[in-house]
């Protein structure tokens, strides 16, 4: 998996897998998402930044659905 740095409000991330199935796992634990395959990237997910009470439940489905 690669993060890749970001100056907005959100991260690229490359799951160097289709992100599809990925997005579908995030989607069912209530993590919405953006798949970026309409924009050529098929391995790609962009993730917004949560509020910070959040993030340890994010953080916890983003490993789940990498796993």
Not at 2 to 25: E, Q
Not at 47 to 54: E, F, G, I, K, P
């Amino acid at each position: 998996v690669v993060v890749y740095p970001s100056l907005g409000n959100f991260v690229l991330i490359d799951a160097r897998r289709p992100s599809a199935p990925i997005y579908d796992a995030l989607l069912h634990k209530g993590v919405i998402v953006r798949p970026m395959a309409a924009w050529g990237l098929p391995h790609h997910i962009r993730v917004s930044v949560a509020a910070h009470q959040d993030l340890p439940r994010v953080i916890e489905a983003l490993n789940q659905a990498l796993a």
